[in-house]
């Protein structure tokens, strides 16, 4: 480890850790091959929508379209998740949902509830869609809320899986109505490149947001559900969030059918604010994020469990970045992945900690933070650090937080 820092001394207050983690996913392999059976179902969902349309140029037309958003609204996402990211096979597995899941149940049981009680297209898109719809959509979150309550561990969570979900959702749904308004029909007016351009318009520019932010009402009732301890009290939330999703996709579709452009255009401008209170909650907990990190390690920096030194280049994503250059310098390949899982088990550790520490519902939250720290200490001696900065860019080791020794703390020799 070439760090101008010696290592850090083993306190009394060291405890073994467990030899397994017992946060450690199970059924990865299963997770890899639904990923692969809903990416093929969604493939050949779009090919269904070409032979139902009978023309691929309006289908390969629809996806060109439907991609342009993704890489905006994805950024995004990506952002939100930077500080503690989510495993990736969850996030894709979250997009393919949306994309075939969520589709497939939108696509049969809109249509057979319309069927079976004779609705209009109108009473459908403001009534049935939403039920249908945010019901599957939702499926995703509140399958992986029972399975694996670890990987949607807060709000921020529950605001990404639903917006990846929801965005999967929307990219195949826009393909159907790029395609459809491409072909043209008499209740559209317009067809051809000029129609599939207005509906673009609307859904790629104007509300690229719109289904992920429908499904964010329950992504947030499911992250407020992980942090209560009740059982009692997280069926009612989660209930409210479906119900809050559903409310804002009726009104949004209803202003559209019903109240004609004016009611459409205030409703847009409410959903607008809904959409700015959104990110700005966003903002306030990846800044929340931030600060939770720094203080755990510098917390735990005083404990002895990590060096001070070693503070910057597991905090500040610039310093985090010139780490792992001066490690692909100094080691290659091995020491670049070394340190980038060094700085993952770091995060990991630092929420965890935090979250025994204030008494949250962490399900062996001790053990599996002892078993991240015996694993960066296993990592510790393969690291290629930069020297020491000298001064630290901030003070590295604040005043203890005072929650940390509250009524009902961990013991100290564990914390």
């Known amino acids: 480890m070439t760090v101008d820092a010696a290592p850090p001394t083993p306190g009394p207050d060291l405890a073994p850790a467990p030899v397994r983690d017992p946060w450690k996913q199970r059924g990865r392999l299963a997770l890899l091959i639904g990923n692969g059976v809903l990416g093929i179902a969604a493939v050949g969902l779009i090919i269904y929508l070409g032979i139902r349309a009978d023309s691929a140029r309006a289908v390969v037309l629809g996806i060109a379209l439907g991609l342009i958003p993704l890489p905006l609204v994805g950024l995004f996402y990506w952002w939100m998740d930077r500080y503690d990211p989510e495993p990736r096979r969850y996030v894709v597995a979250a997009f393919l949902w949306g994309a075939a899941g969520a589709v497939g149940i939108a696509l049969v049981f809109n249509e057979l509830l319309a069927t079976t009680f004779d609705l209009?297209?109108?009473?459908?898109?403001?009534?049935?869609?939403?039920?249908?719809?945010?019901?599957?959509?939702?499926?995703?979150?509140?399958?992986?809320?029972?399975?694996?309550?670890?990987?949607?561990?807060?709000?921020?969570?529950?605001?990404?899986?639903?917006?990846?979900?929801?965005l999967g959702f929307a990219f195949v749904e826009n393909v159907l109505y790029y395609s459809a308004s491409y072909l043209g029909g008499p209740e559209l007016g317009i067809s051809g490149a000029q129609g599939a351009t207005a509906t673009f318009v609307i859904r790629g520019i104007?509300?690229?947001?719109?289904?992920?932010l429908f499904t964010s009402a329950l992504g947030l009732a499911i992250g407020f559900a992980v942090l209560t301890r009740s059982w009692w009290a997280r069926v009612p939330i989660v209930i409210g969030g479906w119900i809050g999703s559903m409310v804002l996709h009726g009104m949004w579709n209803g202003s559209i059918s019903y109240v004609g452009p004016l009611g459409f255009i205030l409703f847009y401008l409410l959903l607008m604010l809904v959409f700015a209170g959104f990110v700005v909650l966003a903002v306030m907990l990846r800044l929340r994020q931030f600060a939770v990190l720094r203080r755990s390690l510098s917390y735990l920096a005083q404990r002895g469990w990590i060096h001070p030194a070693e503070l910057p280049w597991l905090t500040w994503f610039g310093y985090r970045a010139q780490a792992r250059r001066h490690a692909r310098e100094h080691g290659g390949r091995e020491a670049v992945r070394d340190l980038r899982r060094y700085q993952a088990l770091a995060t990991d550790l630092a929420f965890s900690h935090d979250g025994v520490m204030l008494r949250r519902p962490l399900r062996r939250g001790v053990d599996h933070t002892l078993a991240v720290r015996a694993e960066m200490d296993e990592i510790r001696p393969r690291l290629h650090l930069p020297p020491a900065l000298t001064p630290l860019p901030?003070?590295?080791?604040?005043?203890?937080?005072?929650?940390?020794?509250?009524p009902g703390a961990p013991p100290r020799p564990w914390s």
């Open 394 to 406: 901030r003070p590295p080791v604040p005043q203890p937080f005072p929650a940390y020794f509250g």
């Open 206 to 212: 104007v509300s690229p947001f719109a289904h992920p």
């Open 120 to 166: 209009s297209d109108s009473a459908t898109a403001t009534f049935v869609a939403p039920f249908v719809e945010e019901t599957g959509k939702g499926l995703f979150l509140l399958a992986t809320f029972l399975r694996a309550r670890r990987v949607i561990g807060g709000l921020l969570d529950g605001l990404l899986f639903a917006g990846v979900v929801g």
